[in-house]
């Protein structure tokens, strides 16, 4: 089970993630099985997930939020200049959009998917830091409003090998109400997370 960090400051949802078809639909694909998709919160709750109508990118309060490396490693892929989609058009032909594919220390590979056009801040071959920034989150690819999708494979070419299961260290996590802080989980659909304490 590969260890990460989240790869975001503040408050997210966690929209599509665990093991099971009915809480993650990326258990269709094997390449992106446990995959995990977020979206940044906020407004007076913090449960808004945007700003107003959601109509356009800039609603979401995901729009250009800084997307931050989940694992030390090194850059294998960067993709930088796919254009981001108006909100409810997808990119089918592009499925991860903008991204960057990291090689961690355990020779797995982190694809961090749907990066805005022109936010990618690192090339391949670069040595890359746990919480180093990498980017910003966007909506390229096949996405049709912006999040950050996340997911491990065994093989650094997209939707080839096996998904890996993975666990989000330090995480402070609200689950139906309560709140469990600097806890070491993976993370299933319907949770709010946010960094806690290393």
């Known amino acids: 089970m590969e260890e990460l960090c989240l790869p975001f400051a503040g408050r997210w949802f966690v929209g599509h993630a665990g093991d099971t078809l009915n809480v993650n639909h990326h258990m269709r694909v094997r390449a992106q099985w446990y995959g995990i998709d977020f979206l940044k919160t906020g407004g007076s709750s913090n449960r808004g997930l945007c700003k107003s ?31 981001d989609n108006p909100i409810g058009l997808q990119d089918k032909r592009n499925i991860c959009g903008n991204h ?5 220390r355990s020779g797995k590979f982190v694809f961090i998917a749907h990066l805005r056009k022109g936010s990618v801040m690192v090339k391949p071959g670069d ?13 390229s690819g096949n996405s ?16 080839q090998g096996t998904g890996q299961s993975m666990i989000f260290k330090g995480v402070n996590v609200e689950l139906t109400g309560k709140i469990f802080e ?5 993370l299933i659909r319907g ?7 290393l």
């Open 127 to 139: 040595d890359v830091t746990a919480g180093q920034q990498v980017g910003r989150c966007g909506n």
């Open 182 to 186: 600097n806890v070491d989980w993976p």
């Open 100 to 104: 960057a594919v990291i090689r961690t």
């Open 191 to 197: 949770l709010f997370v946010w960094p806690g304490k």
């Open 144 to 159: 049709s409003a912006p999040h950050l999708h996340l997911h491990t494979q065994d093989t650094p070419i997209f939707n």
């Open 53 to 83: 109508d959601g109509k356009t990118n800039e609603d979401f309060y995901s729009w250009n939020e800084p997307v931050l490396s989940p694992a030390t490693g090194k850059l294998e892929i960067a993709v930088d200049g796919l254009p």
